[in-house]
């Protein structure tokens, strides 16, 4: 009997060793684990991210706020930030010499469009499942380098301004399917898309378009310059 409560005072004491030497991810953290471009976390739980990432995965996280390291990395080119809690994301989470390829902002909770008046450049847009209802073209200022705007499935419905595109000049793919848009006309103008000069696809499909006047204007701008026009309904 006294060598087995040795034994076991042994055991507990090298269990005890194992606990303090041992780095254990904080909660807030565990999922960060084994993740793209991520070396483990820090002691507040946010994920540390490699200085010569060019890609990062911090997918279904649950963070309400952009993680500090993403701001420091000029190397990212591919930011995974989908299926998260962010509310609003800025130019203040990344490099400002960042050029971002892919941001996949999807399936958060962002109520508006990312806010890059000044800072990183992004290229590919994601911001499917999100809850923006409006597109304001003062948020679209800051996102002039995009070539593509994913915008399915948030709930859309009204626009903001006479000529939402008017300082997107590079975007060459615009996805709204599964939206509630019902028209393209501001104050009884259809000019939404009249500056959209480098556009090529459109995708509207599963909306409430009832403009009588909408198909006239998408055949118009695809007999112009568009590649792809997908039809309104499918």
Known sequence: MELFWKNAVGILFILFLMVNLVHVCPRKCVGCQNKTGTRGCDKEGWPLIDADANEVDLSSINFSSCPPDLSTNVNLEKVNLSRNLLKSVNYTCFHKDAVLNVLDLSYNLLTKLPNFTSGAEVQILNLTGNQIVELNPLYLYGLSKVRQLILDDNGLDSFSGNELLQ???????????????????????????????????????????????????????????WTSVEPIVQ
């Open 167 to 225: 300082d997107t000049d590079m975007l060459e793919i615009l996805s709204l399917r599964n939206n509630k848009i019902t028209t393209f006309a501001v104050n009884g103008t259809s000019r939404l898309l009249i500056n959209a000069v480098n556009l090529k696809e459109l995708y509207l499909s599963n909306n409430m378009l009832l403009d009588r006047n909408t198909p006239w204007l998408l055949g118009a701008l695809n007999s112009k310059f």
